[in-house]
């Protein structure tokens, strides 16, 4: 039974575990990735990403704990695994003193995609990227949008059925983003099955299902609204100019494990439900200003801070 | 095998966009060979130098221009005595002095064996050893010009001196560009094979195209052939651009045979290739690749004998000296220069040079595989 069970997910992880010298680095992680679904990884610098994402593209054995693609054992088959799956990592890899064309030729080679073939498979990837007039030039004077777009079309080239993508739009620019992800959409709705592994937590919200990961141990998985529900205390937003000052004013008190620091003001978690009203008088009996004090809908950042204690 | 192909064809496309590639591969031979071939020059010219001359007779003046009509040494000037001699010496101004005792063309007549000094500023040994050898060469000339002239103490008939015509084969004008600029054609094969194939890895491993070459069917012994082999072509460009020059700037040119310097020169280049992937290993950055290539670089030509004669080192760094590769193919490309030394001869040279090569390309590579992981 259990290779249809496996079959039916093209990527399969299971109690995975690593450490590098003592430090564990991946702790009894599970992720299990449908095809036609988009998979995110999301979590701080450090939270493990690039190592799970390394040991399920076979350049990293893992420790412990069981790594499938396609049903395979990936250690066992890193040939087939090498063969079949798409990787991008973390910097977009191509060869900038190469042609758009050249690149693109150069990977379809690799993998032994005949000529005409790739020159069918050229048109098409042209045609989403919107690389064809570019064809010629050379990969290190596109845009960062463009280079990274013409790394997942290299990778592309042999159309793998299983993609993975490191942080693949780190440090491109917004409209390139979203760009981006609508071609991870269209390859999803293509029957791809996609894991993405990134920082930034607006993509988040674009992935079927979301692992929140943080010091090599998953704190939750699912559906981005479903987690989003599971964070069921009120929550309030203190604005101010300066959060700081106030976060560091309300994390002597008993408010301690209440208060989440952001940009725009500092975050109330109303943990003993004890009302809008009720937390502005503590706040006056402990001498703070703000600007305003409102009622927020709670964030995967929220959820995620709360997770993280 | 036809992953390898596609390598190098990719990795030719990079070398060919490169502009600094062109220029190291045809127009740093020429450049190297002219600095090295002029400037690196053994030959002891121009040696400031003074007399004091106390016997001030017509042999002891005799004695004066047959070292001022030699073109090694430039006249400087007399000084009155040893002491003042010696002082110009202090200062730099001369490099020679030479002292003539007095009484020097009377002891000389009646056999007396008059004693010249000769007092040499020996900072650079090198040259002050050459500058010993011509003093010795001109005493020796006028002693048999003189020798008719001399009487023994004892009154004996005049004896013949024996003349000693020393004549050096192969290299006839004791040149030292004969033997340096075959010897840089060796060290710009050397330096540039290991560079480039070390730098070239790791550039792929600075931009990340190594991590991605690796989720692809490519098999590391096929990356590592794609990897080494072009630049065993430009190896072997260099090497031609190299004997090029040689001959176009220094009239230079091979007495043996040019098959079997390029043979001896692919068997030499599986070292320097071998070091360039374990340099590549080492390092995580190009610079840091130079800075290992360029360490091991330095010892291989300093214990190669390009500059050093091997007899003249130690016992126990001429032994080190063995498993030196350069080593090897210097004397190879020395031997086919000027020697045209047949290849039967070299074959303990070619055996060694592909010991080395092979251990150090598996080994490298062992190394290499290991890492990426």
Not at chain 1, 228 to 256: G, M, V
Not at chain 1, 271 to 281: Q, V
Not at chain 2, 115 to 141: E, K, P, R, T
Request: proline share 5%; glycine share 8%.
């Amino acid at each position: 039974m259990k290779p249809i069970v496996t079959m039916t997910f093209p990527v399969s992880i299971q109690n995975l575990k690593k450490s590098y010298a003592a430090v564990p680095a991946v702790q009894n992680v599970s992720i299990q990735v449908q095809k036609g679904e988009i998979y995110g990884l999301i979590g701080p610098d450090g939270a493990g990403k690039t190592t799970i994402i390394r040991i399920l593209v076979s350049l990293l054995d893992a420790d412990g704990g069981e790594v499938l693609f396609m049903g395979r054992n990936v250690s066992q088959n890193v040939r087939y695994v090498r063969s079949n799956i798409g990787y991008m990592p973390q910097r977009f890899s191509l060869y900038r003193d190469l042609s758009v064309r050249q690149n693109l030729r150069f990977f379809g080679d690799l993998f032994h995609v005949p000529r005409h073939i790739q020159e069918q498979r050229l048109k098409a990837l042209y045609d989403f990227s919107k690389l064809g007039p570019f064809q010629n030039r050379l990969a290190g004077a596109l845009s960062g949008g463009m280079k990274q777009k013409l790394a997942l079309s290299c990778m592309l080239m042999h159309e793998p059925d299983v993609i993975v993508l490191d942080e693949p739009t780190f440090g491109v620019d917004p409209v390139s983003r979203a760009e981006f992800w609508d071609i991870l959409k269209m390859l999803a709705s293509n029957g791809k099955c996609l894991l993405v592994s990134t920082a930034y937590m607006d993509e988040a919200y674009l992935c079927h299902r979301i692992g929140l990961l943080d010091k090599g141990r998953l704190l939750a998985q699912n559906k981005p609204q479903v987690l989003i529900e599971r964070f069921d205390f009120p929550l309030y937003r203190i604005r101010s100019e300066q959060p700081h000052k106030i976060y560091t004013q309300l994390k002597a008190t008993y408010f301690e494990k209440h208060i989440q620091l952001f940009g725009d003001g500092v975050y109330f978690i109303d943990r003993d439900k004890s009302g809008s009203a009720a937390i502005r008088r503590r706040l006056a009996d402990l001498n703070i200003t703000y600007d305003k004090f409102e009622p927020v809908k709670p964030t995967l950042e929220n959820l995620f801070l709360e997770l993280m204690i | 095998m036809s992953r390898i192909f596609y390598l190098v064809q990719k990795e030719f496309r990079q070398i060919r966009r490169e502009r600094a590639f062109i220029f190291i591969i045809f127009v740093m031979p020429f450049i190297q060979i002219v600095l090295f071939g002029f400037a690196v020059n053994t030959d002891v010219r121009y040696v400031p130098i003074a007399f004091v001359d106390m016997d001030r007779s017509q042999t002891s003046r005799r004695l004066l221009t047959a070292f001022c009509a030699n073109e090694t040494y430039t006249y400087s000037g007399m000084a009155a005595t040893e002491e003042m001699a010696k002082s110009l010496l202090d200062i730099g101004k001369i490099q020679i002095a030479v002292v003539i005792p007095p009484h020097f063309e009377r002891d000389l007549r009646t056999g007396n064996r008059p004693q010249v000094q000769a007092i040499i500023d020996g900072v650079d040994g090198n040259s002050a050893g050459l500058v010993l050898g011509y003093v010795g060469q001109i005493a020796l000339q006028l002693q048999k010009e003189w020798l008719p002239d001399t009487g023994m103490p004892d009154g004996s008939p005049p004896v013949g001196l024996t003349e000693i015509v020393p004549r050096m084969w192969y290299n006839d004008s004791l040149e030292s560009k004969n033997n340096i600029v075959p010897g840089i054609i060796a060290t710009l094969v050397t330096m540039i094979t290991a560079f480039l194939t070390g730098m070239s890895i790791v550039r792929e491993k600075e931009i990340g195209t190594l991590e991605q070459l690796m989720v692809t069917p490519v098999h590391k012994n096929e990356l590592i052939i794609g990897k080494t082999l072009p630049f065993m072509v430009v190896g072997f460009l260099l090497l031609n651009v190299g004997i090029l020059a040689a001959g176009l700037i220094f009239g230079l040119w091979m007495k043996g045979s040019l098959l079997a310097l390029w043979g001896f020169g692919l068997i030499f280049m599986l070292s320097t290739l071998g070091l360039g992937i374990f340099a590549s290993t080492l390092a995580h950055t190009q610079q840091q690749a130079m800075f290992v290539v360029w360490f091991f670089a330095l010892f291989a030509m300093l214990l190669s004998g390009f500059f050093i004669p091997i007899e003249n080192m130690p016992r126990a760094i001429q032994l080190v000296t063995y498993l030196n590769p350069l080593r090897y193919f210097m004397k190879v490309v020395r031997e086919i220069y000027l020697k045209g030394t047949p290849v039967i001869y070299l074959w303990k040279q070619a055996l060694f040079m592909l010991v080395f090569g092979v251990v150090m390309i598996l080994g490298a590579s062992a190394r290499f595989q290991k890492r990426v992981g």
